[in-house]
């Protein structure tokens, strides 16, 4: 019935596809979180000032090319490697169930993976091992994206500051058959945006793999209210500014929690499986409890921020091979 109504005006159908905006990377100066006045004149930030506009303006914003496709392609073989690993142990155990899954698995066809840190991911849990020839391919992600310079940082930056929490960070695996999703906002709405998600395709999404549709402008308290009342919400949808979240490998989305969204189901026929690297930075202005567990190993809850990330990654990028153990496998708090 949404899909009707969200589909039924004519500009709405077929759904729009949402776009990356056109941006000028002329650096300026500015006071915002990670102002050009900050960081001197790098057209990054520049652009990275502007992106963090068109999110609180619209609720999210698609970032293009944001991972280059060999180490998406990596980490895909990665996450698929772990979910592989995952279906393994909690077969052999289902209590273990929790030290991989997060808040997407008990959907159909659908898996929230939380990730490891750790070179060899799962393969790492029981402390066994790791030749010296696996690849630590989610720190090279994380490098590409928010080490000094990567094509997020900034931008969160902006939004966040560099205390910003580092609150989810998972691979969501949708495979042919999977439901849509109903309309939803991540979590309970509040008037500070208190979280700021990334998907981030590891393949090409196409319209037959369930991308997730976005409801532009619905994180307002405005919007909030007519979702809450089931006398305006069909009119809402009717009326929405839905857009279709096809991306190319390496380009992502980051939205606010708050933006109503939904992912569309994958078709058995004719879908592929869909992975979309997962992660999030809590806004340090909101204390209380966001009423929302985010998709993250419980060892990593409040282990890290992204100035503490960034450090981090340096050190990785300055040829530290084990930057990351100190936060161990995520499955200890």
């Known amino acids: 019935m949404e899909e009707t109504l969200l589909t039924s005006k004519p500009k709405n159908n ?27 004149n790098n057209p990054k930030v520049a ?13 999210v914003c698609r970032i293009d090319r944001a991972l280059q496709g060999d180490t998406a392609d990596r980490l895909l073989a990665h996450v698929l490697e772990q979910q592989g690993l995952a279906l393994k142990k909690t077969q052999a155990d289902a209590g273990t169930s929790k030290n991989f899954y997060g808040v997407e698995n008990q959907r159909k066809a659908r898996c929230d993976l939380q990730l490891s840190l750790l070179r060899g991911g799962f393969a790492a849990d029981d402390n066994e091992p790791i030749s010296d020839e696996v690849d630590h391919v989610l720190a090279d992600a994380l490098q590409e994206l928010l080490g000094e310079g990567g094509t997020l940082r900034y931008l969160y930056e902006e939004l966040v500051t560099l205390r910003g929490e580092f609150y989810e960070m998972a691979a969501v695996v949708t495979n042919p058959g999977s439901n849509r999703q109903q309309v939803h906002p991540d979590l309970p709405y509040r008037e500070t945006p208190p979280l700021y998600v990334i998907f981030l395709a590891l393949q090409d999404v196409t319209i037959d793999m369930g991308p997730t549709s976005f409801l532009l402008k619905t994180h307002t308290a405005k919007e909030n209210r007519k979702f809450n009342d089931y006398a305006q919400k069909d009119d809402q949808l009717v009326n929405a500014d839905c857009r279709l979240s096809t991306l190319k490998k390496g380009d992502a989305v980051l939205f606010d929690a708050r933006i109503l969204h939904c992912g569309n189901a994958n078709d058995a026929e004719k879908g592929q499986t869909r992975a979309l690297f997962n992660f999030s930075f809590r806004n340090p202005e909101v204390v209380a409890d966001l009423g929302y567990a985010g998709s993250i190993r419980p060892g990593y809850v409040r282990a890290m921020n992204l100035g503490d990330l960034g450090a981090t990654l340096k050190a990785y990028g300055d040829g530290d091979g084990q930057a990351f153990d100190k936060y161990g496998d995520g499955l200890r708090k």
């Open 14 to 40: 077929p759904l729009k596809e949402l776009l990356a905006p056109k941006l000028k990377s002329t650096p300026k100066s500015g006071t915002g979180f990670g102002s050009s006045s900050k960081h001197g």
């Open 47 to 59: 652009l990275a000032e502007q992106q963090a506009k068109v999110v609180k303006r619209d609720g």
